[in-house]
């Protein structure tokens, strides 16, 4: 009998596999779930093999899969979901896949793989469903410069996963010939946003947090002007994580103050956003196009010292994004007169 090869060590890509509702499959085939069960593992299993994918464990109907490189592991898991979503299943019993994965560096002892990135994996696939797949923000860093043919990424936002203290930034792989829409993730926070995780208690500033959440409840621009020290950011802060339920992309706050250039603030704000350049467009242009389609709240801190190339941005975004809403800032006013409809918005000052 041949020996298995062995494990790759040092950073690998983890891959979690499970039917979905597998138990309403069961009671529907009955006895003929074991068949269905075993058609399954071998289209999974001769599609692992074809990307030099290693099978670390299998229980139920669930695999654990490891790859040397995080390219195999997408291509992998796009071809595998096309031969699953394309078998000719029992009418009464559909069977569907999901599938997660993350890169990391876990510790191989004793031919088990074990630390926080195998949890971290696996909690990623069960926040999924049926026909997707799901990866996090390391594996994409990888697959960026050089996605799989017709592959791309879409941002699912920020989310905290069961017995995961911090928050997993998570995308779902696309292709055409592959489903696209899915109910929201299976996770502990479905709202995307990244904000601090913990926001201590804020006494004392209700009737401000209640203007401002209303401003920009009616408004596209906001400004929070106030000297040093004056609580702008964290009433921010409040604001953002009070209206995280009404918006359906989340709230995101940029760090200006690093920012020296007016001409980097679309890089700090793609930043924040996790953005990338797609493809023909500049980073900006692709910016522009993420946030065309998105109803989010854009947090600005610290816009003071570079006030005309906020007021630039700001404009830009609304007349390309119109469901966005913008918060600033500042410990300066945007002057006299700002061009309309940018910093000319409404302003609260502290």
Partial sequence: MTASPPLPAGTVTLVFTDIEKSTHILQALGEGYEAVLM??????????????????????????????????????????????LGHPW??????RIRIGMHTGTPALVHGQYVGLDVHRAARISSAGHGGQILLSAATRDLIAADMPDGVTLRDLGMHRLKDLQAWEHIFQIMRD????????????????????????????????????????ASSTLLTIVGAGGAGKTRLALQVGADMLA????????VELAPVTDPTQIPQAVAAALGIREYPGLTLRASLME?????????LLDNCEHLIAGV???????????????????????????????????DGLEL
């Fill in 90 to 95: 029992p009418e009464r019993a559909p069977l």
């Fill in 39 to 84: 058609e399954q593992q071998e289209l999974v299993r001769s599609t692992l093999a074809q990307y030099g994918g290693h099978e670390v464990d299998t229980a139920g109907d669930g695999f654990f899969l490891v790859f040397p490189q995080a390219r195999d592991a997408v291509a992998f898991a796009v071809d595998v979901q096309k031969v699953v």
């Fill in 177 to 216: 010939d592959l489903p696209a829409v899915f109910p929201r993730l299976q996770s502990l926070d479905t709202l995307p946003n990244n904000l601090p995780r913990k926001l201590t208690s804020f006494v004392g500033r209700e009737r401000e947090i209640d203007e401002v959440k209303r401003a920009v």
């Fill in 311 to 345: 007021a630039e941005f700001v404009d830009a975004v609304v007349s390309s994004a119109p469901r966005v809403r913008i918060l600033c800032t500042s410990r300066e006013p945007y002057g006299p007169a700002p061009p309309p409809d940018t910093a000319g918005g």
């Fill in 290 to 298: 993420y946030l065309g389609s998105r109803e989010l709240l854009l």
């Fill in 246 to 253: 009404s918006c359906l992309d989340g709230a995101w706050i």
